[in-house]
């Protein structure tokens, strides 16, 4: 298998579970601030992240 599969593939289980903790977090209703913070981290591991290792563009003209 290639390596930039793997790595792209534990990058979006990883960003999957930080969403899920920010949710988690937000259910208990403790911090709100971790919730933005796991929330916001693990969409930017699922979305931006890839698109930047591939150089693909986030805008299309």
Same mark, same amino acid.
């Given at each position: 298998?290639? #390596?930039? @599969? @793997?790595?792209?593939? @534990?990058i979006m #289980? +990883? /960003?999957i579970y #930080? +969403?899920?903790l920010g949710i988690w977090e937000l259910r208990l /209703?403790?911090?709100?601030?971790k919730y933005m913070l796991y929330t916001?981290? /693990?969409l930017f591991l699922i979305f931006i992240l890839p698109s930047l290792l591939t150089g693909g563009a986030f805008f299309f003209v």
């Amino acid at each position: 298998m290639d #390596l930039a @599969i @793997i790595f792209s593939l @534990i990058i979006m #289980l +990883v /960003g999957i579970y #930080l +969403v899920t903790l920010g949710i988690w977090e937000l259910r208990l /209703g403790h911090d709100r601030s971790k919730y933005m913070l796991y929330t916001f981290s /693990g969409l930017f591991l699922i979305f931006i992240l890839p698109s930047l290792l591939t150089g693909g563009a986030f805008f299309f003209v």
